[in-house]
T-cell receptor, first 117, second 115 residues
Framework: KAGVTQTPRYLIKTRGQQVTLSCSPI?????VSWYQQTPGQGLQFLFE???????NKGNFPGRFSGRQFSNSRSEMNVSTLELGDSALYLC????????????????FGNGTRLTVT | AQTVTQSQPEMSVQEAETVTLSCTYD???????LFWYKQPPSRQMILVIR??????QNATENRFSVNFQKAAKSFSLKISDSQLGDAAMYFC????????????FGKGTRLHILP
């Protein structure tokens, strides 16, 4: 079974631009979540989607948004990029079959390394 | 608010020795899950072990085991017979049982294995 696929792996953008990152979950996984990883802040939760609906959102400004498609693939978008948005963005999928899967392990992709100059 | 603290930013251990990574958390919930994830240089995070708070028995997975102290809100990871492939960043994580709660990660401990 193919793992979680994130594209692109590396991205360089300029301040003020916008960017879209893509995540394809493991087949059959309906929950997709996004995380920002930086050396200073560690791993921070961005948002989680299940069946095309945002279930949860972290403490990030509105410039960060996401969506999930009917095939469970997800995208996240960052508008008006700032230098501080430089980070590794990780996507994870999990098998979410209520109610016993609340502790379903997260399966992560390799991440997208975003550099804002 | 729930928090997860990993007080050791970096640790080193000799190959074949045993090492323990510390994690404490703060929560007012009684039912939750705890996890240890490993992130090798390839960047892909992998689940190492998980513990359900209502289970008193400590989880084990081959060379990896945890010491779960619910009253102390402590969840340490012990790696026995350390191998070079264990070198990675290790993240402790917490998730309340509430289906709408989000997972919270510690800031990680970078583990070096000395040959």
């Amino acid at each position: 079974k193919a793992g979680v696929t994130q594209t692109p792996r590396y991205l360089i953008k300029t301040r003020g631009q916008q960017v879209t990152l893509s995540c394809s979950p493991i087949s059959g996984h309906r929950s997709v979540s996004w995380y920002q990883q930086t050396p200073g802040q560690g791993l921070q939760f961005l948002f989680e989607y299940f069946s095309e609906t945002q279930r949860n959102k972290g403490n990030f400004p509105g410039r960060f948004s996401g969506r999930q498609f009917s095939n469970s693939r997800s995208e996240m978008n960052v508008s008006t990029l700032e230098l501080g948005d430089s980070a590794l963005y990780l996507c994870a999928s999990s098998l979410f079959q209520e109610p016993s899967s609340y502790n379903s392990p997260l399966h992560f992709g390799n991440g997208t390394r975003l550099t804002v100059t | 608010a729930q928090t997860v603290t990993q007080s050791q930013p970096e640790m080193s251990v000799q190959e074949a020795e045993t090492v323990t990574l510390s994690c404490t958390y703060d929560t007012s919930e009684s039912d939750y899950y705890l996890f240890w994830y490993k992130q090798p240089p390839s960047r892909q995070m992998i689940l190492v072990i998980r513990q359900e708070a209502y289970k008193q028995q400590n989880a084990t997975e081959n060379r990896f085991s945890v010491n779960f102290q619910k009253a102390a809100k402590s969840f340490s990871l012990k790696i026995s017979d350390s191998q070079l492939g264990d070198a990675a960043m290790y993240f402790c994580a917490y998730k309340a049982r509430d289906r709408d709660d989000k997972i919270i990660f510690g800031k990680g401990t970078r583990l070096h294995i000395l040959p």
